[in-house]
């Protein structure tokens, strides 16, 4: 069980990717591998967060450290998914207009729990019947997840369940920030895996589970 530290260091490595001396793949992934290492899977990129799956529990999540992200700007703390879902918040009631949060990574990178996590932090910074709205909107997602998951993962060279779709996930606010509803839409379906796979692949859950 890792905890997150306060402060960061030259023990750790660099935090943001853009103060590396040089700039190329073998001092990015040394950097990282140092970071992973050391119990930091969350660096920047700018402002982008680079998150590497621990395949563990880690105690970085808790109300006091959604207390040390809140309010603050996105370089006052280590690198973690919270500033940036604070940041998008924040920019969202300030300027009155839409934000987005855009989450990549192969299959298995950890894409949903990112999204749960940010659902989480921006339950725990809106009012009661705010967090009952986003709590709705998680479950939504979990629960469709595995019918989404027979119909669009599969088998693929590289992974062995491997999403073959996308989500979009909108959750709406009101004027005071408040989380008041919200809806998931699926895209990038790869019907062709339906009916041809390259070789060493399966197709579809839902084609092995008729099965």
Known sequence: MAELSEHEGPEYGKGDFVLLDVVDMENFMANLKLRFQKGK??????????????????????????????????????????????????????????????????????????????????????????????ERVKNILLRSNNILESFGNAKTNRNDNSSRFGKYMDINFDFKGDPIGGHINNYLLEKSRVIRQQSGEIGRASCRERV
Do not use: W
């Not at 207390?67 to 603050?72: A, L, M, P, S, V």
């Not at 918040?89 to 989450?103: E, G, H, L, N, S």
């Not at 809106?126 to 967090?131: F, I, K, L």
């Open 41 to 134: 899977i969350y660096s920047y990129i700018g402002e982008v967060c680079v998150s590497v799956n621990p395949y563990q529990t880690l105690k970085i999540y808790g109300d006091d450290i959604i207390n040390r992200y809140k309010g603050r700007e996105i370089y006052e703390r280590p690198p973690h998914v919270f500033a940036i879902a604070d940041a998008a918040y924040k920019t969202m009631k300030r300027r009155a207009k839409d934000t987005c949060i855009v989450i990549s990574g192969e299959s298995g990178s950890g894409k949903t729990e990112a999204s749960k996590i940010i659902m989480r932090y921006i339950a725990a910074v809106t009012n009661v019947s705010g967090r009952q709205e986003i």
